[in-house]
């Protein structure tokens, strides 16, 4: 038997962002193509199929991303800043040769991939840097000196 529970506005909080980006991961999931069955070879469009998870940290002199990117080359990475929008895109390669092995599942996902983040206004756009090791790509977005807030000491005459 279900139970009904009285919904408290004040408790529960409508995240209008993180529910769309749920429904989004949930989307792409359902609808996603496995890899070892392209149509013909030839795929009709581009479409990135999946999406690398990230963290991102804020401290007194930058904002930090940090992009999970499993068997991704460094090569196969790509990153641009246009407009206040930072870009991450990339392939996941799709090893087809497998000699003498059996998959009985595959569950992660190949292929293209692209995440378009909004920078903040204090962000430095001209001094982004990012470094990838074990993985995991690091994205350092600097803060600009100018919007760091100062504190004036002001005599009364």
Do not use: C
């Amino acid at each position: 038997m279900n139970a009904l529970t009285r919904w408290d506005p004040f408790k529960t909080r409508w995240h209008p962002i993180k529910d769309m980006e749920e429904m989004e991961h949930r989307l792409a999931t359902f609808l996603d193509r496995s890899p070892a069955s392209p149509k013909g070879g030839k795929e009709e469009m581009t479409v990135a199929e999946w999406m690398p998870l990230v963290d991102i940290m804020e401290d007194e002199k930058e904002y930090l991303i940090k992009a999970e990117l499993p068997e991704v080359k460094k090569e196969d990475v790509k990153l641009s800043v246009h407009d206040a929008v930072l870009t991450i895109t990339g392939d996941r390669k799709y090893e087809k040769e497998e000699n003498g092995k059996k998959f009985h599942r595959i569950e992660r996902a190949y292929g293209s991939f692209a995440r378009n983040f909004m920078l903040p206004e204090d962000a430095d756009e001209s001094k982004v840097a990012a470094d990838f090791k074990d993985g995991v790509l690091k994205v350092h977005v600097p803060k600009s000196l100018k919007a760091k807030p100062q504190s004036v000491e002001i005599k009364i005459a």
